[in-house]
């Protein structure tokens, strides 16, 4: 799968570019978010959208107004979701980034680590892991209660 994804970028020009390699993380992702959407919005009536339309929103003003909010605790669980995955996808930027410039962090972590005759130096990986975890928790700190207040509501219904 990478090979004919390489492929592609070679011919589109995005090859060993992090453009190409966020486009590549939106493939992956893409499904599962997808996923995630259809049941939030499933999960809202049908009739909140429909009096919407009758009150006089057109479609577009009733999914912004109505029908997002409601299922805003979605959204953030699958941005939440995408975001974790990428932040720590590993073979895809491993295969097709060969510039060490703009190389992932989990990448760069693995390259840092390793010393003199394979040695793992210990100190600079764990203090590495403490960065790349920094951005995920305040992220979920920030999101936290869209997230639980998602699952609560959906608990008590």
Known sequence: MLSFTSIVLKDVGLQNTLLG??????????????????????????????AALIDGCHPLGAMWRVMLPVALPGVITTALFTFFATW?????????????????????LTLISSGVFGSINWGLLQAGVAVTMIPCIVLYLLLQRYYVGGLLSGALK
């Open 88 to 108: 720590n996808e590993f073979f895809a930027a491993l295969i097709l980034i060969s510039d060490q410039s703009k190389f992932t962090l989990p990448v760069t």
């Open 21 to 50: 390699l966020g486009l590549v993380y939106t493939t992956f992702n893409l499904p599962f978010g997808l996923f995630l959407m259809r049941n939030s919005f499933s999960a809202v009536p049908s009739t909140l959208e429909e």
